[in-house]
C-alpha cells in the first residue's frame, strides 16, 4: 500500500553526499542497474530528440541523461540538490549543452511548456509531496512531450541488495579486488539502510505499480507503458503530454 504522502519536504534520513561516494559503482557491478540503462536506450529510440529541450528530475550522477544524444539535443537540464551527486554530473557531461541546478525539484522553475522529455528515476519517493511533483512535470512539457519514470515502490532489503552487490562484486572482480570493492561500497549499503528507515516511518513514499500508474494519470499524462524492473523493487511508468 502507498505511505502517508508528505507534503511539506521531508527530513531525510539518507546521506546523499556520502551515497555519491560509491553511486557509479552500480554502473560497474550491479547489472540491475545496467538493466535499467539499457531500458532507457530502448525508449530514447521512440522519441523524437533533434532539437529537443530535456529535464532531468532528479538527476544524480547524470547517469540517465548521459545516455542522451548530446549532439543532436538543444538544451539539457540536470536537477539535484545534493552537490556530491552535481559534482559527478558535471564530470560526465559538457557544460556547453547541460546546465546543473543544484536544488530541490520542488524549488525549481522554468516556464511551462518547456521540455520535451522529462526524465525521473528512483528519485520522486524522497521529494516532497510526489503527486503535487508529477503535476510540475506535466506542466513543464511541451504537448506530446513525454515522461519516463523510474520510482522505488517497495522497501529496500538491506541484506537482499547486499548479497545480491557483493555476489557481483566478487564473480566480476575476483576474490580479492572484489572484497577492495565491497570495501568501497560501504556507503551504499549504509545509506540503503537509511532510505528503508524512511520508507517504513514514512519519510518516503512507497507504491505499487498500480498505484504509480494512477499517480501519473492524474497528472494529465497518457501513460504508455509501466512495468516492475530493477529486480522488483521500482515501477517504470512512461507517459505522454496530450497534443
Given at each position: 500500500?502507498?505511505?502517508?504522502?508528505?507534503?511539506?519536504?521531508?527530513?531525510?534520513?539518507?546521506?546523499?553526499?556520502d551515497?555519491?561516494?560509491?553511486y557509479?559503482?552500480?554502473?560497474?557491478?550491479?547489472?540491475?542497474?545496467?538493466?535499467?540503462?539499457?531500458r532507457?536506450?530502448t525508449?530514447?529510440?521512440g522519441?523524437?530528440?533533434?532539437?529537443?529541450?530535456?529535464?532531468?528530475?532528479?538527476?544524480?550522477?547524470?547517469?540517465?541523461?548521459?545516455?542522451?544524444?548530446?549532439?543532436?539535443?538543444?538544451?539539457?537540464?540536470?536537477?539535484?540538490?545534493?552537490?556530491?551527486?552535481?559534482?559527478?554530473?558535471?564530470?560526465?557531461?559538457?557544460?556547453?549543452?547541460?546546465?546543473?541546478?543544484?536544488?530541490?525539484?520542488?524549488?525549481?522553475r522554468?516556464?511551462?511548456?518547456?521540455f520535451?522529455?522529462?526524465?525521473?528515476?528512483?528519485?520522486?519517493?524522497?521529494?516532497?509531496?510526489?503527486?503535487?511533483?508529477?503535476?510540475?512535470?506535466?506542466?513543464?512539457?511541451?504537448?506530446?512531450?513525454?515522461?519516463?519514470?523510474?520510482?522505488?515502490?517497495?522497501?529496500?532489503s538491506?541484506?537482499?541488495?547486499?548479497?545480491?552487490?557483493?555476489?557481483?562484486?566478487?564473480?566480476?572482480?575476483?576474490?580479492?579486488?572484489?572484497?577492495?570493492v565491497?570495501?568501497?561500497?560501504?556507503p551504499?549499503?549504509?545509506?540503503?539502510?537509511?532510505?528503508?528507515q524512511?520508507?517504513?516511518?514514512?519519510?518516503?513514499?512507497?507504491?505499487?505499480?498500480?498505484?504509480?500508474?494512477?499517480?501519473?494519470?492524474?497528472?494529465?499524462?497518457?501513460?504508455?507503458?509501466?512495468?516492475?524492473?530493477?529486480?522488483?523493487?521500482?515501477?517504470?511508468?512512461t507517459?505522454?503530454?496530450a497534443?
Amino acid at each position: 500500500m502507498t505511505q502517508q504522502l508528505s507534503l511539506t519536504a521531508p527530513a531525510a534520513p539518507v546521506d546523499w553526499s556520502d551515497y555519491a561516494e560509491a553511486y557509479d559503482l552500480l554502473l560497474d557491478y550491479n547489472p540491475a542497474y545496467r538493466a535499467l540503462l539499457s531500458r532507457f536506450e530502448t525508449f530514447l529510440e521512440g522519441v523524437d530528440l533533434d532539437g529537443a529541450a530535456c529535464l532531468d528530475a532528479g538527476a544524480g550522477t547524470g547517469n540517465f541523461a548521459s545516455r542522451l544524444p548530446l549532439s543532436r539535443i538543444e538544451r539539457l537540464a540536470l536537477v539535484d540538490p545534493n552537490s556530491g551527486m552535481m559534482r559527478r554530473a558535471r564530470a560526465k557531461l559538457p557544460s556547453s549543452v547541460a546546465e546543473f541546478h543544484e536544488t530541490g525539484f520542488e524549488t525549481y522553475r522554468d516556464e511551462a511548456g518547456t521540455f520535451d522529455l522529462v526524465i525521473c528515476t528512483n528519485a520522486l519517493f524522497a521529494m516532497p509531496d510526489p503527486p503535487t511533483r508529477l503535476a510540475q512535470m506535466h506542466e513543464l512539457l511541451r504537448p506530446e512531450g513525454r515522461l519516463f519514470l523510474v520510482d522505488l515502490g517497495r522497501r529496500v532489503s538491506v541484506w537482499d541488495w547486499s548479497l545480491y552487490l557483493g555476489t557481483h562484486m566478487i564473480l566480476q572482480a575476483g576474490p580479492m579486488e572484489g572484497l577492495k570493492v565491497l570495501r568501497r561500497s560501504r556507503p551504499i549499503r549504509r545509506q540503503n539502510g537509511r532510505i528503508r528507515q524512511g520508507q517504513t516511518e514514512g519519510t518516503y513514499w512507497t507504491h505499487t505499480l498500480d498505484e504509480l500508474a494512477q499517480h501519473v494519470a492524474a497528472a494529465g499524462f497518457e501513460v504508455t507503458g509501466r512495468e516492475t524492473v530493477y529486480r522488483g523493487y521500482c515501477d517504470l511508468v512512461t507517459g505522454k503530454n496530450a497534443p
